[in-house]
């Protein structure tokens, strides 16, 4: 099952440490937590949202 960052929606992310999975970090954004995102539709609107955002700055 595909992971997503919860704050961009990016699908670039990693564990902070694999033994661990309750930390994980985007290579995208630098997003750093335990949340994550499992669901693609609810990333995509994260994504779009984050985008539009960061664009206009």
């Known amino acids: ?4 960052c919860p704050r961009c929606g990016s699908a670039n992310i990693e564990w902070v440490l694999p033994q661990t999975w ?5 290579k995208d ?12 539709k609810l990333a ?3 994504r779009k949202e984050w985008l539009k955002k960061h664009q206009k700055k």
């Open 29 to 40: 954004c630098g997003y750093i937590g335990a949340f994550i995102i499992e669901d693609g």
């Open 44 to 46: 995509d609107e994260v």
């Open 22 to 26: 309750s930390k994980w970090r985007c």
């Open 1 to 4: 099952m595909v992971k997503y």
